[in-house]
């Protein structure tokens, strides 16, 4: 199993401090134990397949709100607990830039996380939104301007965080979206918007079959 970048800074402690911890208590030494295991859960990086086409999440999770933004739709994904953490380009791309912005750490499930510490990864008609939560205290991208990207690959990872955003690029209406709010998605994998036609503009694929 592949693991995030600064996984062992979180796991060896507990793994360190469970062997002393064993000749106190049995049951203590087991707590710090499973905290080592739970954090390299967290941190685990699966291989994901993307499909061929269109603009696919890029974070696991939940569809939690879809919402107009000018002439853009934005797709926010919270991620659960249990959720891997590891943040994936939703299309083909070149970066244009990699901002930070300061700001709190609420619940992300909350509206007031809009206001939470963020890491913005900018392309040219689209961007992706890696946002703390209530308990996340280190985004980390792996990207920075220039890079040239592939749909699904890794862009970046939120310690013990919770939401990620996609700003859809111009053109993309509610008819292209593939995914609703509630919905499950799966980074790199689930494909959330609809195919580009010949003429660059993003439209409903009318054959299912040969978009998916």
């Known amino acids: 199993m592949k693991f995030a970048p600064g996984v062992w800074w979180y796991a060896v402690p507990p793994l360190l401090l469970a062997f002393p911890a064993f000749v106190v208590s049995p049951t203590l030494g087991g707590l710090f134990v499973l905290a080592a295991a739970g954090t390299l859960f967290f941190f685990r990086d699966p291989e994901r397949t993307p499909p061929f086409t269109g603009i696919v999440s890029p974070a696991d999770g939940k569809v939690s709100e879809i919402r107009t933004e000018g002439d853009q739709l934005r797709v926010c994904v919270f991620m659960n607990v249990h959720d891997v953490h590891v943040v994936r380009a939703p299309d083909d791309g070149v970066v244009e830039r990699v901002e930070h912005e300061s700001g709190g750490y609420r619940p992300a499930f909350s509206k007031e996380s809009d206001r939470n510490e963020k890491v913005h990864v900018g392309f040219e008609e689209s961007e992706v939104t890696l946002i703390a939560g209530a308990f996340a205290r280190r985004i980390t991208p792996y990207v920075e301007a220039g890079d ?65």
Not at 158 to 179: K, M, W
Not at 189 to 211: F, M, Q, V
């Open 148 to 212: 040239e990207l592939e749909r699904a690959e890794r862009l970046g990872h939120i310690a013990f965080g919770s939401r990620v955003d996609v700003l859809l690029p111009p053109g993309i209406g509610y008819p292209d979206l593939r995914v609703e709010r509630g919905e499950k998605v799966t980074a790199g994998e689930t494909k959330i918007a609809g195919d580009a036609s010949a003429n660059g503009e993003w439209e409903w694929a009318e054959n299912e079959e040969l978009a998916d």
